[in-house]
């Protein structure tokens, strides 16, 4: 067909009217700017619409955007669907972008067809939250789909590749090979609404990790909103499992509240699949899971280990090796083909040697080499590492050799399980074929907890130079002993499967060179932190936040290093330039306790001026989060008074402002003295950060001494100083704050602006101590309105949350948040009050958030 040079790009819009209008214009905007055409039905007055109607512009139509709220639309008489739901079935082959809205109750029937949406494979899902990010999204979905509709236009057509799913879940450079019948084993499993913990068993390298991964991208109903992993291998005891689920869904540790009770509530009612990887070395922590499970009724839990949990209600399924092939003269090349193992080797062997075959020549080497190997997947890809230079005849008889050795001579193996001595065989036999400076790095490599990028490779790695870090790391890449991981376009990472780390450390302490790499990892971490210390407080600082998420593990375990080896200062060089990190990331109660341990040192008392400052800098502010000024005080009197000499400004500045929080006995003109010269002092730094952090607690006291219109002057220009460091933790907390200005000025439309504004950037965040403040703004909001017993839901939502991490209002703020309990509690009456808190303390923090947006529109 050739088309008219006005014929552009259409695209159909299908949606409910009135619940959806502000998305419905946003969308068309998007559509229009982009130079394409908006198919969209209008219904007027009619009172729904025509199926030949809608027919015929989806027949005209090239790509179908579906927006869905709550409503599952009008069903017609006669018609068993609605027109929403019909306009989905009708949309045929056409690229389908889906998008649905957060935090709306769905009616029965939309959950239904969402649920056959997000099960379809061509088309995209993604949640939003309101118009401006569905415009955000569907722009860049538009963009993409153009990309590679015209990339697919140009590709060559002999082949097909496999588009990866959305999710948290790692996706592996291999495909998985002979495993089809565990697959559907675990996801028939999963399928049962009356298991809730599955248990993958087997020994190390036996493939746990594999399986546990296809089946998590298989299983019924996930998607990116559904599905998370944790990989545990660089978590070292029982108390740190808690700690590494809550950062991967984001729950932040702001208190002295238990953890484990935060994520519990955070995840609540949602439907999620957790796959725990690695779980053997904290298995201490079981009981923490069936606590998880309690309290999260619709959690299921997908957990490879190498010992059973030992829970009620598991269902383990044990992990064997692949089939290998029969033997006897009968076996022919097809039944070796046939095995699982081989076909392992054969597919890994090929991607070193593109030219391998199973051919009647080495068809009965290939057999041999996958029975001797026990059909472990870990020894097999190991072995055919080999097959770049060695022919199977060759690797079978060297390989052979070394094993018989091996088995027979360990005595020290004489207790493990044969499979266990035949992997651990493996890795010896594959270790002794590397030249020296290989086996170096492997077992110095082994001091990582987690990934690593070349550059600290290079630092922990070699020792004074002695060898060629970047040549090495790549040799054993190809040798399978080191893992490349490319997930990050921006950033090569490696890491180490955790069998060959065990053995790698085994190899360092041998080599007697433990401590002296340790050493160098140290030093490596604290010139990172020292140079992420001033990005953080910079327009970068979400890039470098990121940075130090991926070395947190060693980070966190050089300090508690330094602290087992009475060495204050490393734990201060280490954590300091981090505060504002620590402080994002909800981090505080932990750094406090690290803190408290290098305070208790006796190398301590031997500190400089500067890292003595810092540390009481981070003892003090902590206090004053938790509401204990009285202990917070003396601290920073002492912080102040050690800073005697020049170049230690910025220190000065953060003394004065958090004694202007912590002097609640002292006159409101001492404490405005203190934030004043504090704010002078950042202002002559250029440091924003600071500045932004300073003018916040000077508008508070501004605020509590009455001044409304200085507090909303402050904190403006401290809400600019934010954004152009672009700061989500100090924005979001000055916009609360201006919430609370607005009210004290008497503009309750302005208050609301900037708390609606505040409570997307929390829905983000999910920061406790941060969605408490904004929870108590609306609820003040809502009194003003006359709606006391949405503001009394509101106060114990707020409440419920301080609890749940163990913070409290802030100093300057608790006046005006005791009298608005005490006004509210005065228009419901004791048995008003009484019954909305109820109603509030069940309602989950996030919901509360969603809720005081409504509630008070």
């Not at 959950?111 to 999204?137: M, P, Q, V």
């Not at 248990?199 to 399986?211: D, E, H, M, S, Y």
């Not at 594959?430 to 082994?446: F, I, K, N, V």
């Not at 290079?458 to 040798?479: C, F, I, M, N």
Request: proline share 5%; hydrophobic share 50%; aromatic share 4%.
């Amino acid at each position: 067909m050739i088309t008219t040079p006005d014929r552009r790009l259409r695209v159909f819009v299908s949606s409910t009217l009135q619940e959806l209008a502000l998305e419905r214009r946003a969308v068309q905007a998007v559509i229009t700017q982009l130079r394409l055409t908006p198919v969209m039905f209008e219904l007027g007055a009619r009172p729904h619409a025509p199926r030949d109607l809608y027919r015929a512009y989806l027949d005209q139509s090239d790509v179908f955007v579906g927006v869905y709220a709550g409503s599952y639309g009008w069903v017609a008489p006669d018609e068993e669907i609605s027109g929403l739901e019909d306009e989905y079935r009708l949309s045929g082959d056409r690229p389908k972008l889906i998008y649905v809205k957060s935090g709306v109750e769905q009616q029965p029937r939309l959950r239904e067809l969402l649920n056959r949406i997000r099960d379809d494979d061509e088309a995209s899902y993604k949640r939003f939250t309101d118009a401006d990010e569905l415009a955000e999204l569907l722009g860049d979905d538009l963009a993409v789909l153009l990309t590679e509709r015209f990339a697919a236009s140009q590709a060559p057509r002999d082949g097909a590749v496999e588009p990866l799913r959305p999710g948290r879940v790692p996706v592996p450079p291999t495909p998985l090979v002979g495993r089809d019948a565990e697959v559907e084993e675990v996801l028939t499993r999963l399928a049962d609404p009356a298991v809730r913990l599955v248990t993958l068993v087997g020994p190390g390298g036996i493939g746990k990790t594999r399986l546990a991964l296809q089946a998590a991208v298989l299983a019924p109903g996930v998607d990116e909103e559904t599905v998370w992993f944790v990989d545990l291998t660089s978590v070292s005891d029982a108390a740190g499992v808690v700690d590494a689920v809550a950062a991967a869904f984001g729950v932040r540790r702001e208190g002295s509240r238990p953890l484990l009770d935060v994520l519990v509530d955070r995840l609540g009612d949602r439907d999620l699949l957790l796959v725990l990887d690695n779980f053997e070395q904290v298995v201490d922590a079981a009981p923490d899971l069936a606590r998880l499970l309690d309290g999260c009724r619709r959690l299921t839990l997908l957990v490879t280990s190498r010992t059973v949990l030992g829970l009620r209600g598991e269902h383990v399924l044990n992990v064997v090796p692949l089939a290998v092939p029969a033997t006897g003269a009968e076996v022919t090349v097809e039944d070796v083909a046939a095995s699982a193992a081989v076909e392992l080797l054969v597919a890994r062997a090929r991607q070193v040697r593109p030219g391998f075959r199973l051919t009647p020549t080495n068809a009965d080497a290939v057999a041999a080499l996958c029975r001797l190997l026990d059909g472990i997947p870990l020894a097999l890809e190991l072995a055919a590492a080999q097959l770049r230079v060695l022919s199977p005849a060759t690797l079978l008889m060297r390989l052979r050799d070394r094993l018989d050795r091996s088995l027979d001579l360990s005595a020290d193996l004489a207790d493990v399980p044969s499979r266990q001595r035949t992997l651990r065989a493996t890795l010896d036999w594959s270790h002794s074929l590397l030249d020296e400076a290989q086996r170096t790095l492997l077992a110095r490599l082994s001091v990582f907890s987690g990934r690593w990028t070349i550059d600290a490779a290079e630092a922990v790695g070699a020792a004074d130079g002695d060898l060629p870090v970047e040549e090495t790391l790549a040799g054993l890449v190809s040798e399978s002993l080191v893992v490349l991981d490319d997930t990050d376009a921006e950033q090569l990472r490696f890491r180490l499967l955790s069998p060959v780390r065990g053995f790698a450390a085994e190899r360092l302490v041998e080599r007697g060179e433990r401590e002296a790499t340790l050493a160098r990892l140290t030093d490596h971490l604290v010139r990172f932190a020292e140079q992420a210390g001033p990005e953080l407080l910079g327009a970068d600082n979400a890039v470098w936040a990121e940075l130090v998420d991926a070395q947190l593990e060693d980070v966190l375990g050089a300090a508690n290093r330094a602290v087992a080896d009475d060495d204050a200062e490393t734990v201060v060089r280490i954590a300091a330039p981090l505060f504002p990190y620590w402080w994002g990331r909800g981090l505080l109660l932990q750094m406090s306790a690290l803190a408290e341990g290098a305070a208790g040192l006796p190398s301590a008392h031997r500190l400089a001026m500067v890292p003595r400052a810092s540390l009481l800098w981070a003892r003090g502010m902590f206090r004053i989060s938790q509401g204990r000024l009285t202990e917070a005080e003396p601290l920073l009197d002492e912080l102040l008074a050690c800073l005697d000499a020049p170049g230690v400004e910025r220190l000065r500045a953060f003394a004065l402002a958090g004694l202007a929080l912590a002097r609640v006995q002292t006159t409101p003109e001492e404490r405005s003295a203190l934030v004043t010269d504090a704010v002078s002092l950042f202002r002559g730094l250029h440091d924003d950060w600071g500045l932004a952090f300073a003018m916040s607690v000077q508008g508070q006291l501004a605020l509590a001494s009455g001044d409304p219109v200085g507090a909303v002057r402050t904190h403006t220009e401290a809400l600019a100083a934010a954004r152009r460091i672009a700061s989500e933790y100090l924005e979001v907390q000055l916009l609360d704050l201006l919430g609370l200005d607005a009210l004290a000025g008497g503009d309750l439309a302005g208050a609301r602006t900037n708390l609606v504004a505040a409570a997307e950037v929390h829905g983000h965040l999910a920061d406790s101590e941060g969605s408490a403040n904004c929870l108590g703004g609306f609820a003040a909001v809502a009194l003003l309105q006359g709606r006391p017993e949405v503001a009394a839901e509101l106060l114990a939502v707020a409440t419920r949350t301080r609890e749940l991490v163990g913070v409290s209002v802030w100093p300057a703020l608790q006046p005006g948040a005791a009298a608005l309990e005490a006004g509210v509690r005065a228009a419901l009456g004791p048995a008003g009050w009484d019954a909305a808190v109820a109603r509030g303390r069940a309602m989950p923090m996030l919901r509360g958030l969603a809720y005081a947006v409504e509630a008070t529109a």
